[in-house]
T-cell receptor, first 116, second 110 residues
């Protein structure tokens, strides 16, 4: 199956700093990638849709100026959490799909962010 | 609004059969997917129902009834490794944007 990687797998940062998370599709081209956030023992919440070469589409309630998304190529999307605060501590997961009739999304291994 | 409700927890013994239900209150879901997630891991795809009816994949089967806004995941011959969280996910109007259900934590006992 298709493989999606994320880097870093975990990161600890101080309050007020920014953190960048990378999501790569390793063996297929992903025109669309999705970013999710998951708090402990909760479901995945879709944050935004990342489209190659265009602006990301954010879900209601997600601050686009705080969670900057860039999808510079068909294999790479980045999520930057700006001016992080402890409440931003969460598990961030990206997914990608080639789609075109295939509805399966391939998830990255996730990035655990802890803001101190 | 759009929401998919699941039981929070299900417990069963090894070798048994368990059904995890998913009821949704929305219109416009193109299909229903099921994902498995072990603690600390990424969700992995189990099945997808684009049409009403039963889809079978090995020990796992999934069912969808659009008229009842209801689906379920059936796990047979339970194994200890099946202990995980299971999520249904609706594809919003064929946009490939998934809304995930509340999740069900399955515990398989020896």
């Amino acid at each position: 199956g298709a493989v999606v990687s994320q880097h870093p797998s975990w990161v600890i940062c101080k309050s007020g700093t920014s953190v960048k998370i990378e999501c790569r599709s390793l063996d297929f081209q992903a025109t669309t990638m999705f970013w999710y956030r998951q708090f402990p023992k909760q479901s995945l919440m879709l944050m935004a849709t990342s489209n190659e070469g265009s602006k990301a589409t954010y879900e209601q309630g997600v601050e686009k100026d705080k969670f900057l998304i860039n999808h510079a190529s068909l294999t790479l999307s980045t999520l930057t959490v700006t001016s992080a605060h402890p409440e931003d501590s969460s598990f961030y997961i990206c997914s990608a799909g080639a789609f075109e009739g295939d509805y399966e999304q391939y998830f990255g291994p996730g990035t655990r962010l802890t803001v101190t | 609004g759009q929401s998919l409700e699941q039981p929070s927890e299900v417990t069963a013994v090894e070798g048994a059969i368990v059904q995890i239900n998913c009821t949704y209150q929305t219109s416009g879901f193109y299909g229903l997917s099921w994902y498995q997630q072990h603690d600390g891991g990424a969700p992995t795809f189990l099945s997808y129902n684009a049409l009403d009816g039963l889809e079978e994949t090995g020990r796992f089967s999934s069912f969808l009834s659009r008229s009842d806004s209801y689906g379920y995941l059936l796990l047979q011959e339970l194994q200890m490794k099946d202990s995980a969280s299971y999520f249904c996910a609706g594809d919003r109007n064929g946009t490939y944007k998934y809304i995930f259900g509340t999740g069900t934590r399955l515990k398989v006992l020896a």
